[in-house]
């Protein structure tokens, strides 16, 4: 083979590999957060912004950060409301949505972010992803997490469990935000 000829192979390859490459990138960007498709999100999921649980359309509405959550850069969970607040350093809520509560929770209090796993099995079995861990609990570790297939667990369970759980979208911002270190607290 020339040396002409292996340039023209080698070209073309590269050009296919691009391309491949390219369509496999779009692929990924264009699937679904979850791959069971007869599943419907649970009724605690966030809505996409603008949108209701219903997928209509609806007025936003500003849920308060709890006045005594503290100053600066922290994560605020409500034991309460069931509600986390992403809270910049500025003051200024990033994101605030619903979650369903572990049935072991902390006490109120300040706590730091002391570890993050990108994907584990949770203590009920369900495989989880975005996990971030930020207390103990009556011999539990307590912290966020996302159910891979977008279930929330049942509120009638016996098992101690620590996992806080939230929607898909709601657990990547939450990665996205509490780094180690970040403030996290729990208010009643």
């Known amino acids: 083979m020339s ?5 023209i ?13 390219f369509l496999a990138y779009q692929a990924s960007a264009s699937a679904p957060d979850h791959t069971t498709a007869d599943k419907k999100p649970s009724s605690t999921a966030s809505p996409a912004p603008g949108k209701g649980k219903d997928g209509a359309s609806r007025q936003k509405t500003e ?6 959550s503290g100053e600066g850069e922290r994560v605020v969970y409500a034991l309460g409301a069931r509600r986390v607040w992403l809270v910049t350093a500025d003051g200024k809520v990033k994101r605030t949505y619903e979650v369903t509560p572990s049935t072991v929770s902390p006490a109120p209090g300040t706590y730091k972010v002391d570890g993050r796993t990108l994907k584990l099995t949770g203590s009920d079995g369900v495989p989880v992803e975005h996990v971030v861990r930020f207390a103990m609990a009556d011999g539990v570790v307590v912290g966020f997490s996302a159910a891979v297939d977008g279930s929330m667990p049942d509120p009638s369970a016996t098992k101690k469990t620590g996992g806080i759980r939230e929607s ?19 208010v009643k």
């Open 3 to 7: 040396a002409k000829s292996s340039s």
């Open 9 to 21: 192979v080698t070209a073309l390859t590269t050009v296919a590999l691009a391309a491949v490459g």
């Open 63 to 68: 849920v308060p950060v709890p006045a005594d």
């Open 168 to 186: 898909r979208a709601d657990g990547t911002a939450m990665w996205d935000f509490a780094l180690n270190k970040t403030k996290v607290v729990v």
